[in-house]
T-cell receptor, first 115, second 115 residues
Framework: DAGVTQSPTHLIKTRGQQVTLRCSPKSGHDTVSWYQQALGQGPQFIFQ???????QRGNFPDRFSGHQFPNYSSELNVNALLLGDSALYLC??????????????FGAGTRLSVL | AQSVSQHNHHVILSEAASLELGCNYSYGGTVNLFWYVQYPGQHLQLLLK??????LVKGIKGFEAEFIKSKFSFNLRKPSVQWSDTAEYFC?????????????FGSGTRLSIRP
């Protein structure tokens, strides 16, 4: 039973570029959430996707966008990269949005470095 | 706004010492509470959770946490730590509203165990 998988593992970009990160949820899960974890900080919620729609959004600018595909996998896109976007990006999957009792399972993350 | 506070940023203990990591949250309604652990080089893993019922919850690897509603606290404890407990520990909360299933994380506590 595959857990949450993210790709790529590491990524180096320069300011102003665009980046796409990918996530495959745990088998049987239909909801994907994305988090940004800066060095020395806890993960911060970016947004959540369920039924191919963005259901919730954290305090992140429109440069951060996402998509969920019919097979429940998801992408996180960041445009016009800033140095401050350097962080570990975590994907978490769960079963069913709109419930506070769903357990979120995390992937290993994508380490993004913006130079 | 919801927030989670972990006042201990770095805790250093010797093996067999007892552990207590503090966690306080700021939300007056129904909450669901979690502790996640991130071992070096590994992904975030759920240590334990509280939804309702007995305020003393037991998790994996001998960890437990006590929910004290009057103190808005959910402290993590372990009677005797091992070197393998070296990791980053995150307290997290989800508010009780069904549409708000995003997790709010604390900034984490780094635990170092001296062999």
């Amino acid at each position: 039973d595959a857990g949450v998988t993210q790709s790529p593992t590491h990524l180096i970009k320069t300011r102003g570029q665009q980046v796409t990160l990918r996530c495959s949820p745990k088998s049987g899960h239909d909801t994907v959430s994305w988090y940004q974890q800066a060095l020395g900080q806890g993960p911060q919620f970016i947004f959540q996707y369920y039924e191919e729609e963005e259901r919730q959004r954290g305090n992140f600018p429109d440069r951060f966008s996402g998509h969920q595909f019919p097979n429940y996998s998801s992408e996180l896109n960041v445009n016009a990269l800033l140095l401050g976007d350097s962080a570990l990006y975590l994907c978490a999957s769960s079963l069913g949005a709109g419930t506070t009792k769903n357990i979120q399972y995390f992937g290993a993350g994508t380490r993004l470095s913006v130079l | 706004a919801q927030s989670v506070s972990q006042h201990n940023h770095h805790v250093i203990l010797s093996e067999a010492a007892s552990l207590e990591l503090g966690c306080n949250y700021s939300y007056g309604g129904t909450v669901n509470l979690f502790w996640y652990v991130q071992y070096p080089g590994q992904h975030l893993q759920l240590l334990l959770k509280y939804f309702s019922g007995d305020p003393l919850v037991k998790g994996i690897k001998g960890f437990e946490a006590e929910f004290i509603k009057s103190k808005f606290s959910f402290n993590l404890r372990k009677p005797s730590v091992q070197w393998s407990d070296t990791a980053e520990y995150f307290c997290a909360v989800i508010s009780g509203y069904s549409s708000a299933s995003k997790i709010i994380f604390g900034s984490g506590t780094r635990l170092s165990i001296r062999p």
